[in-house]
């Protein structure tokens, strides 16, 4: 195939997440080439451009300037997506951006209304859906193995209030458990069985929290979590199947993690859809129980010579990377608009539900491609093997 020219790009906002993101889009994908950082604190864009080896650090204006730069990768806080994503399409550039995509609605619309009117793409994360999980379950659900599906079990438990000690952010809005988490597991129950219709709840708030940990510095210290956050609700999607999801911030685990769907000739046992390595156990009554060995790349381990800390957050970028393809293809995104915000509304629908105790009907609908299967990422005398990216364009 022709090689494609790549895709020059900017990423706005350099804190935690951007050290997996620049690590990967710099070195993971031919398409994307990362000419720039920029943060409103410009010392972070600097530091992160050193140690990553970026050349440039630019300003907003600059990038909103530059004719070399088609693609912004937002990472910046959910608060300020709504104004970067505008900014950015007003530019000309396409956009593609961590989860979620606005802070409500409304915005999400004006957004994605401006998207296409400028005929400029604009991609939403999680882009955990396109890692080997999930695609290797949706493989199986598509193949038939577990025959009609009808019915899905999601939860997700953490102490969301002892995590907000170390994670200040989740002390504000968007820092309960089914904002900053359980978006995931929506997003990967539409990704494995498309979209959604109506959804009903019930919801709880996170109580007082007290600092109990020495290291913080912080003990005595007391706050709450903003809104729902424990979460009990159910999704029917468009073709009649039920799933119901529980996301509880207010318990005393760590993590805990249960996901399964339910077909009428077999079950999927599925991984933690916020990691993208999930195992995919398939259980039927007549033989048993297997893994599924996975059918795609993009399966969270580094596969680059150097280790990072952030190396556990995976194949975070394969959205972006995904979009760029997409931008030289003439084509649509996975991790589209149209997905990125029907997530959005899921949650915003369920959270409105336990608010007015009654169900909430989803307007918005979407649908996402599965990733060609047979590519994997994988290594050849311990150097990375670029096979895993030809799904993202074959
Ligand atoms: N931290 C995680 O584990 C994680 C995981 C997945 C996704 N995310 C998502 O990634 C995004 C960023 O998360 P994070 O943990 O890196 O947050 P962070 O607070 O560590 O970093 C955000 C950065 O954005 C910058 N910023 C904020 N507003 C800006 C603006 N208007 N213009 C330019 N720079 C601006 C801040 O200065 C900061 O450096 C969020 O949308 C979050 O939901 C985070």
Not at 15 to 27: A, F, R
Not at 78 to 88: G, L, N, Q, S, T
Not at 248 to 270: A, C, H, P, Q
Request: proline share 4%; glycine share 10%.
């Amino acid at each position: 195939m022709e090689k494609m020219k790549k895709v020059k790009t900017a990423i706005i906002g350099c804190g935690m997440i951007s050290n997996i993101y620049i690590k990967n889009l710099k070195n993971l994908f031919s398409i994307i080439d990362v000419v720039a950082l920029c943060d409103r604190n410009r010392q972070a864009a600097q530091e992160k451009a050193a140690a990553y080896g970026i050349d440039q650090v630019m300003t907003m204006e600059e990038i909103e300037r530059s004719e070399d730069i088609e693609l912004v990768v937002n990472l910046t806080n959910p608060v300020a997506h709504y104004e970067v994503i505008k900014r950015m399409l007003l530019a000309g550039k396409h956009v593609y951006t961590e989860k979620i995509m606005t802070a409500d609605l409304g915005q999400g619309q004006e957004l994605m209304a401006l998207a296409e009117e400028k005929k400029l793409l604009l991609g939403v994360a999680p882009d955990t859906v396109l890692g080997a999980g999930i695609q290797t379950a949706r493989r199986v659900i598509d193949t038939g193995f577990i025959g009609k599906v009808t019915s899905c079990v999601a939860s997700i438990s953490r102490n969301q209030s002892l995590n907000s000690e170390t994670y200040r952010f989740l002390r504000g809005e968007g820092g309960a458990l089914p904002y900053d988490v359980g978006i995931y597991y929506i997003g990967a129950i539409i990704a494995m069985l498309g979209p959604v219709k109506q959804v009903c709840a019930f919801g709880m708030p996170a109580p007082e929290h007290e600092a109990e940990m020495l290291f913080t510095g912080e003990a005595g210290d007391k706050w709450r979590i903003p809104g729902n956050n424990l979460l009990c609700g159910v999704l029917c999607m468009e073709d009649d199947v039920l799933c119901c999801l529980h996301m509880n911030g207010n318990s005393v685990m760590e993590k805990d993690t249960n996901f399964r769907i339910y077909g009428t000739d077999g079950v999927l046992e599925l991984g933690d859809p916020n990691m993208f390595d999930g195992q995919v156990k398939l259980m039927k009554p007549e033989t048993g129980e297997c893994i599924v060995p996975h059918t795609h790349g993009y399966d969270g381990k580094n596969y680059l010579p150097e280790e990072t800390p952030f190396d556990g957050y995976g194949h975070r970028g394969v959205g972006a990377a995904e979009m760029a393809y997409a931008i030289r293809q003439n084509r649509k995104n996975r991790c589209s608009k149209e997905y990125g915000y029907h997530c959005m509304e899921v949650l915003f629908g369920l959270d409105q539900s336990a608010q007015i105790r009654e169900n909430y009907s989803i307007k918005s609908r979407c649908h996402i491609e599965p990733l060609k299967p047979g590519y994997f990422s994988t290594q050849f005398l311990r150097n990375g093997r670029g096979d895993a990216e030809r799904s993202l364009y074959d």
